[in-house]
């Protein structure tokens, strides 16, 4: 890794965002170590800062509010944002904070979960995240596109019904790539579970059922100005196979910029 304390000398600024507060309906944890094992002698070949936000282990939403205030203060050095997360709830500040920076972008949300969920009172956790977006007009529906979906929530189905989003299944792929509007700056969301168990065992909803080439070809096709990638759960992955493909992953995204 070829590290800078300067924002100014940077190509890229990698934001760690450990956390695992967003995760409240399943036992099975385990994000909060996932940035220090992914990034961990990670060689990016090109300069790099690396920043990290500290949650609060009281707050889910003062660790967003974190986050967004961090989000906010590096996106004006003007260069390419990678959070490496952490649940998948930490990808709701860092949108807010670059959708207001950059108004055109759409959102490509790479999972096997749509996470438009009915909240549990105000609490912005991982599977509620693109709702409550949409809700708040951070996003308009037409600018979501879900890719690799394969589990709907019956909640999800009511909450759909008031919208016209673009799903698109592990059969569908070649239909995103044709309908994806490429003309516009993209925001990649990569939840490692959208990937095939066998690939991506260490993670809280193993449903996914794209290969690691599949989502390599995502990442290629969007060609984003902005990425994260979340929901790597070292300690469900003893052979350490999420982590690797979470590298690749990245490495396809640094690799785009």
């Not at 708040?136 to 009511?158: C, L, Q, R």
């Amino acid at each position: 890794m070829c590290e800078t304390s300067s924002p100014e000398d940077a190509d890229i600024i990698v934001q760690k965002l450990p956390s695992d507060m967003g995760i409240h309906r399943n036992p099975r944890k385990g994000t909060l170590n996932a940035p220090d094992k992914i990034l961990d002698d990670f060689e990016f070949g090109r300069s790099v800062l690396v920043d990290e936000v500290f949650p609060d282990e009281f707050s889910l939403e003062e660790t967003h509010n974190r986050i967004e205030q961090n989000t906010r203060d590096l996106v004006e050095y003007g260069r390419p944002l990678v959070s490496v997360g952490g649940d998948h709830s930490v990808s709701y500040p860092v949108l807010k904070a670059l959708k207001e920076n950059n108004p055109e972008m759409q959102l490509v949300w790479l999972d096997s979960h749509l996470d438009v969920k009915r909240p549990v009172e105000s609490h912005v956790s991982h599977d509620v995240v693109v709702r409550r977006l949409v809700e708040e007009n951070v996003f308009a529906p037409s600018d979501v596109y879900f890719v690799g979906i394969t589990k709907i929530d019956d909640d999800e189905k009511d909450f759909l019904s008031e919208y016209d989003f673009s799903i698109y299944g592990p059969e569908e792929m070649a239909q995103f790539r044709e309908e994806y509007d490429c003309s516009r700056p993209g925001y990649l969301s990569v939840d490692i579970d959208v990937l095939k168990q066998s690939e991506a065992p260490g993670t809280g909803y193993p449903d996914g059922q794209l290969s690691l080439k599949q989502a390599q070809k995502v990442v290629d096709e969007v060609n984003p100005v902005h990425a994260d990638i979340v929901e790597v759960a070292p300690s469900l992955d003893d052979k350490g196979r999420t982590v690797e493909a979470s590298r690749k992953i990245i490495r396809n995204i640094i690799d785009s910029f």
